[in-house]
């Protein structure tokens, strides 16, 4: 299969699904017909979207006992922080991730839980990792805290917004293109998603995921936002072996407008699958009210699922606001991304 490359009409990249069979049918969907998207598509979501009852989020939160701790020398720690936002450690680097750490984004939309790690409490930073630009991704605010000679990797685009606030180490790359931190490459891979901080800045940079390799051989996929896509096979096929893959699973409510640039908790887990990966860290929930279902949903409707399809518990690894989580590194052959046949 030919790897997805990314897709450029003019000066603006396109989502893959409104290219790539197959587009979802109205069946599946709810939708009235497949051009439904884009702007008539938000309009037509915002007046019927379902109203917010009552409901205060349980999300759990850690009991945190002082700062973020060094990096392992040999392995993977991630630390979540909230949304898409993590600590991530491989083999002796700290890594940011879509760092966001104000209450409100864009303003606008208001932060519905604290943030897992104070600011304070964060070890060394040794890059900033970004996945697009959208704002419950990338932060002014959080960024203007580092600094400015903290090395940032970022999709093809996005540099000129952060070189625009004084980083002087910015690193951009398109899909399948990599960089090298030290001894630790990081590939820059593909996402179904879309781009823009402003209504008429839509789509001009480039979305992705990043796989981290550590020099003592550890692999961590983030996914960044993303619908479900044939990428995710892809990037297991091309990084096997996989530790952790780190997937969106919320803000996939309706389904009819959200599927093409939000996967759902049953897609994220079979993307979990298609990659290959050890071990699923579910984020991209429980932090701000981005689409229909309660933020603390998406972890319940992703264990049903698991369940269902009778996988090891173990590898599904749902934290706390703030937790810390550990992988080992790999002593066995990596897993087959086929899914368990039926029982």
């Known amino acids: 299969m030919e790897r997805v490359q990314p897709i450029r009409v003019g000066d603006r990249y396109v989502n893959p699904a409104f290219v790539h069979p197959p587009l979802p049918l109205p069946e599946e969907t709810g939708a009235d017909d497949r051009e439904e998207r884009g702007f008539r598509a938000l309009i037509k979501w915002r007046m019927e979207r379902r109203k917010y009852h009552e409901h205060v989020p349980q999300v759990e939160r850690a009991v945190r006992q002082g700062p973020v701790g060094e990096p392992p020398r040999k392995g993977i720690a991630a630390t979540w922080v909230g949304h898409s936002s993590l600590v991530l450690q491989v083999d002796g680097k700290t890594l940011l991730l879509d ?55 970022a999709p093809t685009g996005v540099g000129a917004w952060l070189r625009k606030r004084g980083f002087t180490s910015v690193v951009e790359r398109s899909w399948w293109e990599d960089a090298l931190l030290d001894g630790h490459r990081l590939t820059c891979v593909p996402a179904q998603h879309f781009s823009g901080r402003t209504p008429w800045g839509r789509d001009r ?128 052959a990596p897993i087959a991304r086929r899914e368990p046949e039926a029982a």
């Open 99 to 153: 760092p966001v750490w104000s209450r409100r984004i864009g303003g606008v939309v208001k932060r519905q839980t604290e943030p897992g790690v104070a600011w304070k409490d964060l070890p060394p930073i040794d890059a900033v990792v970004q996945s697009h630009d959208h704002y419950d991704h990338l932060d002014a605010g959080t960024l203007k805290r580092l600094p400015r000679e903290t090395p940032v990797f």
């Open 205 to 332: 940079t480039l979305w992705a995921g990043w796989v981290v390799e550590g020099p003592a051989g550890s692999k961590a996929y983030f996914a960044g936002d993303t619908g479900y896509f044939q990428g995710f096979r892809q990037v297991g096929e091309a990084f096997p072996g996989l530790d952790l893959a780190l997937i969106p699973i919320g803000a996939y409510s309706p389904r009819w407008f959200m599927a093409p640039v939000h996967v759902d908790p049953p897609e994220a887990g079979q993307a979990f699958l298609d990659t290959g990966a050890r071990e699923m860290l579910p984020i991209h929930w429980g932090t701000f009210r981005l689409a229909d279902e309660p933020i603390d949903e998406p972890p319940r409707v992703l264990r049903a699922w698991w369940e269902e399809k009778g996988l090891s518990p173990g590898r599904l690894r749902i934290p706390k606001l703030g937790e810390t989580v550990e992988v080992a590194p790999a002593t066995s």
